[in-house]
């Protein structure tokens, strides 16, 4: 994929082999460091969630549903309803 935007491009060319690991990841375990929700899956929330409020989730998860699922996972906690939209002002959906 080529954007207009050379930085886009640039970061995105460093974030697709950290999502190809996590898909891989997620091939052994339910969650990035093992069985249950933890720091480095807290870690994700704030990329996933920037990514989805600027349309662009589609770039991690294309092509790789166990991200795509985990990312489901991730926002079907109470925790993140609890957390994340509370904590989020108008300018953040602009």
């Known amino acids: 994929m080529v954007l207009e935007a050379p930085r886009v491009d640039a970061a995105i060319r460093h974030y697709d ?7 891989r990841q997620f091939c ?8 249950g929700f933890g720091f480095a899956d807290n870690c994700m929330i704030p ?3 920037r990514l989805s409020l600027i349309c662009m989730d589609s770039l991690c998860t294309r092509n790789r549903p166990n991200v795509t699922e985990c990312f489901e996972r991730m926002e079907a906690r109470p925790s993140y309803e609890n957390a994340v939209p509370d904590c989020m002002t108008g300018e953040d959906h602009e």
Do not use: S
Request: charged fraction near 40%; avoid cysteine.
């Open 17 to 23: 082999p950290a999502f190809d690991d996590m898909e």
């Open 28 to 35: 052994e375990t339910a969650w990035l460091a093992g069985r």
């Open 47 to 49: 990329h996933e969630k």
